[in-house]
């Protein structure tokens, strides 16, 4: 089974994912006075306006209380924009190569790598020159655009800005820099780690053929109160009629 990140343009997928965290965000309660547009000189995005983000901006613009896991292909923890808003796992002590928290996974305070099965979620660093094509540099920028929307840190007069200028960012790293690989286990593993580890919302924007296992974990995501939201695509296919 092959899956594959959708990134490219920002059409369907990115609009849907935008309303989702839209209204996440409008469901937690203000945090006193707020600024309907962030002082972020890229904050003013179209798909933004589109959706009525800024409309919102006086009712909510996120919250730390809320952890939101990225199943993707990893995401830039040390980003300026990203670093104040990734999730971290408070229960385990940073390499004592200890389970602390008996969760299965040893020294994972930052996430998990189910590629490689580490504890380190980055995406992998490499140039240009080390590509064979423009599409392996997926691994670079996939994972940290999708946890930008979401959570890139707001009103803090630098780039752009998150959906949700407060927010938890657990980093969970599936796919690794081809963007697309084998990942039907890493990705089951993945939504049962994020809710076992306290995320109350799951990303994955990836799309692929059904897949039982990817079922069951949905399903126990879904029994556990905690709601999944996944890539519709970029080919205008309706999920009805054409499942995955």
């Not at 890229?42 to 613009?61: C, I, N, P």
């Not at 590629?115 to 490499?126: C, G, I, K, L, M």
């Amino acid at each position: 089974m092959r899956l594959y990140l959708y990134h490219k343009y920002p059409k369907k997928s990115t609009k849907y994912m935008v309303v989702f965290f839209l209204i996440i965000a409008m469901l937690i309660p203000a945090q006193g006075a707020l600024t309907v547009v962030s002082n972020d000189p890229l904050a003013d995005q179209w798909s933004y306006r589109d959706v009525k983000v800024f409309d919102a901006g006086d009712q909510a613009t996120g919250s730390r209380d809320v952890v939101v896991a990225v199943i993707d292909n990893g995401f830039d923890t040390f980003h300026p924009e990203l670093a104040s808003n990734v999730w971290r796992n408070t229960r385990e002590i940073a390499d004592n190569g200890i389970d602390d928290d008996h969760n299965g996974y040893a020294d994972d305070v930052w996430g998990w790598n189910f590629v490689d099965e580490t504890n380190d979620p980055r995406p992998s660093v490499f140039t240009l020159s080390d590509a064979d094509t423009s599409d392996d540099n997926d691994e670079v920028h996939h994972g940290t655009m999708v946890a930008g929307i979401i959570g890139a840190v707001g009103n803090n007069n630098a780039f752009g800005v998150g959906i949700n200028w407060q927010v938890q960012l657990m980093n969970l790293k599936v796919l690794g820099k081809s963007g697309m690989e084998e990942a039907v286990v890493p990705i089951a593993k993945a939504i049962r780690y994020a809710v076992d580890n306290g995320a109350h919302i799951i990303n994955i924007s990836l799309i692929g053929p059904p897949d039982e296992l990817i079922k069951e974990a949905v399903q126990y995501a879904y029994t556990k109160g905690v709601a999944i939201i996944a890539a519709a695509g970029n080919d205008y296919y309706s999920l009805d009629d054409y499942p995955r």
